[in-house]
């Protein structure tokens, strides 16, 4: 007892002494435990301040995110939904209202390939090495009046109706008419695709030979291309494109047509074909350089078909050559074409154009955001159908925004007395002549645009 009572005075005689300032020397295992609790403290309190800092850079970026703008569906070459590299989308929206007549009296219509087809694709390119890249394409027709996929009505393609390649116009399974292909490409060595293709033939008198390109009513490109049989697209083609030298450049192609493999003639309703159908080459020189742009152009195609009477396949084939000159007023185009379609007694079956020849003449004058364009074209039919005729278009452009146009166009084809043509435009038809020598003729306005 008097032990423990001694040991507590010494106790508060030490808590007296440190409470008066003095020397105080805490027990070693004591200073021990202190330390310890204050570097736990020291920690707990630094987990904290990361804890709070993390919060912080997070409630920043969530509010970055939800200030940021809301981007359209999608723009040129940059899109809201994220394309892979190299993938590019792009497409041409039509419309117009027509008024026309092609012998039934007059019609107003709806049309979506007044200035240009319609039409939606999908372009890839993805770089190997050394400069070469694979490149890809598939494009799709679209007529905005009906919804349908296709490419018009007035389409025709040098493979139409060969069992492999299917039809031309896009109904059915061949969603992608217009092109098709994938291969590689060289800066250095030039192009070389497979697939579904324009023609060399086709591209020259659609960019050198008349001011109207594929559309408006009158166009010399939706009516002289029949002499020959001039290919326009070629199903199970093999296309070479080549650099640029000094001006020229060569778009050479293949198709091997009809590649069911077979040794006999296949009947196709009342028409034949064998495995040789639509098989054929395409060759055209371009010169491009300063105010001139020239083409000229070479193609021998087989038939798709022959008909009863016909001893076998007849061959398409002909010749164009198509320029213009920029004169600063005003820019001139012209093109020439002779062709004979020839062969198993075509001449004396079908007949229709088995020998031809024809020209256009064009002009478009540009006045600031305006254009005022004309061409007339005439096509002489040999054969002994003798199916001569002439047309007129004159047309204006307004450019409303950049890559958007409103248009007016006018026009009319003078069919002779055995003529039975149609007047067409980018993909829309006035429709058939109501009788042989009747000329139909049609006005329309409308809006372009491209993405």
């Known amino acids: 007892m008097k032990k423990q009572y001694m040991k507590a005075t010494k106790v508060a005689t030490a808590v007296a002494l440190c409470a008066m300032g003095m020397t105080c020397v805490a027990p070693a295992h004591a200073e021990t435990e202190i ?18 800092a993390a919060q912080a850079s997070q409630k920043e970026s969530i509010e970055k995110i939800e200030a940021r703008p809301v981007q359209p569906l999608a723009q040129a070459n940059n899109s809201a939904i994220a394309l892979p590299k190299g993938l590019t989308v792009y497409g041409t929206m039509d419309v117009n209202v027509a008024n026309n007549n092609s012998g039934y009296g007059r019609k107003t219509t709806v049309g979506s390939a007044g200035m240009t087809a319609t039409s939606i694709g999908i372009k890839g390119e993805k770089g190997l090495a050394e400069g070469l890249r694979a490149v890809g394409e598939v494009e799709m027709g679209v007529d905005l009046s009906t919804g349908v996929a296709g490419n018009g009505p007035n389409a025709s393609g040098i493979n139409a109706g060969v069992p492999s390649g299917g039809g031309f116009i896009g109904n059915g399974n061949q969603l992608f ?24 033939s086709y591209i020259a008198a ?15 490109t939706l009516f ?27 778009y050479a192609t293949y198709t091997a047509g009809n590649e069911n493999n077979v040794n006999s003639t296949i009947l196709s309703g009342t ?35 022959f008909a009863d009477q016909e001893t076998g396949l007849a061959k398409k084939a002909g010749w164009q050559v198509a320029a213009n000159y920029d004169f600063g007023l005003f820019r001139l185009f012209g093109n020439f074409f002779s062709g004979k379609i020839s062969g198993g007694n075509y001449e004396n079956v079908t007949k229709t154009l088995s020998k031809a020849h024809g020209w256009s003449l064009s002009a478009g004058v540009p006045y600031g955001r305006h254009t005022f364009m004309a061409s007339y074209a005439r096509l002489d039919d040999k054969s002994l159908l003798h199916q001569d005729a002439s047309a007129i278009g004159i047309a204006y452009t307004f450019k409303l925004y950049d890559a958007t146009w409103l248009y007016v ?32 003729n049609g006005v329309m306005l409308g809006l372009n645009f491209k993405f």
């Not at 008419?177 to 060399?200: F, P």
């Not at 296309?239 to 000094?246: D, M, Q, T």
């Not at 000229?296 to 038939?303: A, C, D, F, P, Y």
């Open 206 to 220: 659609a960019t050198q030979g008349n001011v109207f390109g594929v559309g408006f009513y009158g166009n010399s």
């Open 177 to 200: 008419s217009r092109q098709a292909y994938a291969g590689l490409a060289s800066d250095i060595y030039g192009t070389l695709v497979l697939g579904r293709q324009y023609s060399g």
């Open 409 to 440: 166009s006018y026009g009319k084809m003078m069919n002779k007395r055995n003529s039975t043509y149609s007047l067409g435009n980018g993909g829309d038809l006035v429709g058939s002549p109501s009788a042989p020598g009747f000329q139909p």
């Open 224 to 250: 002289l291309p029949l002499i020959g049989g001039m290919p326009t697209r070629l199903n199970n083609a093999i296309v070479y494109k080549s650099p640029s030298f000094a001006g020229f450049s060569v």
């Open 271 to 305: 028409s034949r074909m064998t495995d040789s159908s639509g098989a054929g080459w395409d060759v055209a020189l371009f010169y491009r350089r300063q105010a001139l742009n020239a083409a000229l152009s070479v193609w021998s195609v087989k038939n798709a078909a």
């Open 35 to 52: 330390e310890a609790l204050k570097r736990e403290l020291a920690e707990q309190r630094e987990l904290i301040n990361k804890l709070l």
